[in-house]
């Protein structure tokens, strides 16, 4: 769901990507020792309940969990996915620390979770051509560490979803990008040479 918004911006995405999350804490969170089980409460009755933090051909539910709610708090500025993200990585991090290739995608939270918080959003109308220009140039961007959001000034909700959003308007009727860096944001910027050095630095 967060790679379905980044590539379309419908708010639809972040919805559905809040409530699996929000489903996935209720019924797979092990309060007590940190980490996801690997079934949920809902589920059959088993003598254990296992967590799986190594990564094979496909990343375990702990990795994903881990990367997936950084980003989440980031774009929604929800402390309590920080809580849980940062809870994911003391829960195994001696396991990273005794085989770090055996945790490849759980490496990735690590990263996000040491690297300063960078925020890209881009504001103006859906149709303008500039704002196209300025959301193609940052989506052909290698920017592990960002979260990229928009508001559209044809959706007037967009900051219920998106706190981070408040504020963030136009200059001018232009379209306008705000790069924010460990939640410090540089002046808005209206031209599109002048969002990619910011995003180059």
Do not use: W
């Amino acid at each position: 769901m967060l790679e379905l918004y980044e590539a379309t911006f419908n708010q639809k995405y972040i919805a559905l990507g809040l409530e699996l999350t929000d489903d996935m804490i209720e019924l797979f969170h092990d309060r007590e020792r940190g980490g996801f089980f690997f079934y949920g409460s809902d589920g059959e009755s088993l003598i254990a309940r296992p967590k799986e933090a190594y990564d094979g051909a496909i990343p375990s539910g702990n990795s994903v969990a881990a990367v997936n709610l950084l980003r989440l708090a980031r774009l929604t500025g929800n402390e309590n996915y920080q809580k849980l993200a940062n809870n994911q990585l003391e829960t195994f991090a001696k396991d990273l620390e005794h085989y770090p290739p055996g945790y490849s995608y759980f490496l990735m939270a690590a990263y996000l979770g040491q690297e300063p918080a960078i925020e890209i959003i881009l504001t103006g109308s859906k149709e303008d051509v500039l704002l196209k220009g300025m959301l193609k140039g940052v989506q052909g961007k290698f920017l592990p560490n960002a979260v990229i959001m928009t508001r559209f000034s044809e959706d007037s909700q967009a900051h219920k979803l998106l706190p981070p959003l408040v504020g963030k308007e136009t200059v001018a009727g232009k379209p306008t990008a705000y790069v924010c860096k460990d939640f410090a944001c540089q002046a808005p910027v209206t031209n599109l040479r002048r969002l990619e050095e910011l995003i180059s630095d």
